[in-house]
């Protein structure tokens, strides 16, 4: 029962209740958002870009969240919001927001005057004596690898004085005999999976009693 007129509270950190009358149930009146913010029945909103919906009727309360990807800084911390079928570069990957989460769908690399060149999944580019490589790990077709390496059907000549072939791939790219090494998307299926919950539905009475008292039976 009520106690005191006014007063909210948040249920399973969605649904908000409050009283009106003494000695009555509280209806449920909101709901909450993951940024704190409460969104009244019947209603939308738009908070940081993102739309909130509360909706309700004599059966049910649903609550609704504009569905997105969020993108992580180097340290893991979130620092941005991706819109489905937005894509998003982040070093050598192209990431696309799915409804499912975030894919890697493509590669980058940098040819002879210094510009990006983007391979789709699957595909081979070339510069120079250069392979650059796209594709998924043979070994783990979950992992997705970009690599370079020299081209198989080049014969490469270092230079007689010991200097720098500047048509090979830099330090950390380049294969020497069997040694590639590889920049690998890793994660189990391809994809960072969307965790979050974006659809709640609470079935009414919307009323709830904030304390209940019962007589001990025994």
Same mark, same amino acid.
């Given at each position: 029962?009520?106690?005191?007129?006014?007063?909210? !509270?948040?249920?399973?950190? #969605? !649904?908000?209740?409050?009283?009106?009358?003494?000695?009555?149930?509280?209806?449920?009146?909101?709901?909450? #958002?993951?940024?704190?913010?409460?969104?009244?029945?019947?209603?939308?909103?738009?908070?940081?870009?993102?739309?909130?919906?509360?909706?309700?009727?004599?059966?049910? *309360?649903?609550?609704?969240?504009?569905?997105?990807?969020?993108?992580?800084?180097?340290?893991? $911390?979130?620092?941005?919001?991706?819109?489905?079928?937005?894509?998003?570069?982040?070093?050598?990957?192209?990431?696309?927001?799915?409804? #499912?989460?975030?894919?890697? *769908?493509?590669?980058?690399?940098?040819?002879? #005057?210094?510009?990006?060149?983007?391979? $789709?999944?699957?595909?081979?580019?070339?510069?120079?004596? *250069?392979?650059?490589?796209?594709?998924?790990?043979?070994?783990?077709?979950?992992? *997705?690898?970009?690599?370079?390496?020299?081209?198989?059907?080049?014969?490469?000549?270092?230079?007689?004085?010991?200097?720098?072939?500047?048509?090979?791939?830099?330090?950390?790219?380049?294969?020497?005999?069997?040694?590639?090494?590889?920049?690998?998307?890793?994660?189990?299926?391809?994809?960072?999976?969307?965790?979050?919950?974006?659809?709640?539905?609470?079935?009414?009475?919307?009323?709830?009693?904030? !304390?209940?008292?019962?007589?001990?039976?025994?």
């Amino acid at each position: 029962m009520c106690r005191q007129i006014g007063e909210k !509270w948040t249920d399973d950190d #969605t !649904w908000v209740y409050q009283c009106n009358d003494r000695g009555t149930d509280a209806p449920l009146v909101a709901c909450k #958002t993951k940024t704190g913010d409460e969104v009244p029945i019947g209603q939308n909103r738009t908070i940081n870009a993102l739309w909130y919906s509360c909706k309700g009727d004599d059966f049910k *309360v649903k609550y609704e969240e504009e569905p997105h990807c969020t993108m992580n800084d180097t340290n893991g $911390k979130a620092e941005g919001i991706q819109r489905i079928g937005q894509n998003q570069r982040e070093g050598r990957f192209d990431w696309l927001c799915l409804e #499912t989460g975030r894919w890697v *769908v493509g590669c980058y690399y940098k040819n002879e #005057t210094n510009h990006d060149v983007y391979l $789709k999944i699957g595909e081979t580019g070339y510069n120079g004596l *250069v392979k650059h490589v796209c594709d998924r790990y043979k070994d783990y077709p979950g992992l *997705v690898q970009y690599y370079a390496q020299i081209r198989e059907d080049a014969h490469v000549k270092q230079p007689a004085n010991k200097g720098k072939n500047e048509n090979l791939p830099e330090p950390g790219e380049e294969k020497i005999g069997k040694k590639i090494e590889r920049w690998l998307h890793e994660t189990a299926n391809n994809f960072i999976k969307n965790g979050e919950v974006r659809v709640k539905v609470r079935y009414l009475p919307k009323s709830r009693r904030a !304390w209940e008292a019962r007589t001990p039976s025994y």
